[in-house]
């Protein structure tokens, strides 16, 4: 069975970090860009980040640039977002998606969902004081 499985999140203060890991079973993330949306009750989701097939690249949203780092351990098949300096604007339940890339030097993109194949069941993070 092909699937995404984020972990990471929880309950956190306001100023603190976390890391979420996104971990693929059932095939192998190398040919995948990743990316990480969110959404927020009563909110669209929005992509936060991603990052390339080769992890070269790696993409932010204005509103998580210089906060959250995204990198990848293919070895381990797995993709972290690290979260720092969280405020309650990033409470969000978060999700990991994959998108085949055929070109090994493709870069990455989180404007389009629909173009990611699999998708994570999702992670809460709460940022609350």
């Known amino acids: 069975q092909l699937q995404l499985v984020e972990s990471g999140g929880g309950l956190v203060q306001p100023g603190g970090s976390l890391r979420l890991s996104c971990a693929a079973s059932g095939f192998t993330l190398d040919y995948y860009a990743i990316a990480w949306f969110r959404q927020a009750p009563g909110k669209e989701r929005e992509g936060v980040s991603c990052i390339s097939r080769n992890g070269v690249q790696m993409r932010y949203a204005d509103s998580v640039k210089g906060r959250f780092t995204i990198s990848r351990d293919n070895a381990k098949n797995t993709v972290y977002l690290q979260m720092n300096t969280l405020t309650p604007q990033d409470t969000a339940v978060y999700y990991c998606?994959?998108?085949?890339?055929?070109?090994?030097?493709?870069?990455?993109?989180?404007?389009?969902?629909?173009?990611?194949?699999?998708w994570g069941q999702g992670t809460q993070v709460t940022v609350s004081s």
């Open positions: 998606a994959a998108d085949f890339i055929g070109a090994p030097s493709a870069g990455c993109h989180y404007y389009r969902a629909l173009d990611y194949d699999y």
